[in-house]
């Protein structure tokens, strides 16, 4: 089951550790860790950073993003079954994935800033915003395994 992350200093956490692993993204894909404690931090940093959002707050934050949008009243039945839909598709990604997949869509780096969101174009850049900690993880299964980096540095 996830946990909500609420309390500022956990988001905080969150984004520090997902900035750390930005920072690293191409060490891990072309050296090793340098040994085990190297691995440990990069394990707990990851834990961190992938934490789920709860249901509610995922649901917060999507209700946030459409009310930018126009959205005409709903009866309580079908705001509930879009609201479901929005869950199963986009489901509980860490929050500051899903946050920042919202202000990116709102923001001018979007050429459809203008247009209201569908699940689907969500989900899409929330994995977008994840591929720094998939880097990570895959770079730290890969040490597990014994197995050398994916790209190896030039010397």
Not at 3 to 13: F, K, M, R, V
Not at 47 to 59: H, I, K, N, Y
Not at 90 to 118: M, T, V
Not at 128 to 148: D, F, K, S, V, W
Request: aromatic share 6%.
């Amino acid at each position: 089951m996830a946990t909500e992350i609420s309390h500022p200093t956990t988001l905080g956490a969150a984004r520090l550790a997902v900035t750390s692993i930005r920072h690293k993204q191409t060490h891990f894909l072309t050296r090793p860790f340098a040994d085990e404690t190297e691995a440990a931090q990069a394990k707990a940093v990851l834990g961190v950073a992938s934490e789920p959002a709860c249901d509610r707050t995922v649901a917060k934050r999507v209700v946030s993003l459409l009310n930018h949008y126009f959205v005409s009243p709903l009866p309580a039945g079908q705001a509930a079954d879009v609201a479901n839909d929005w869950l199963e598709i986009i489901g509980n990604p860490p929050e500051w994935a899903l946050h920042d997949a919202c202000i990116w869509w709102i923001g001018p780096n979007n050429p459809n800033c203008a247009r209201k969101p569908l699940p689907g174009q969500i989900a899409a850049r929330i994995k977008t915003e994840m591929e720094p900690i998939r880097t990570a993880e895959i770079a730290l299964q890969r040490h597990e395994n014994g197995q050398t980096p994916l790209r190896v540095a030039a010397e």
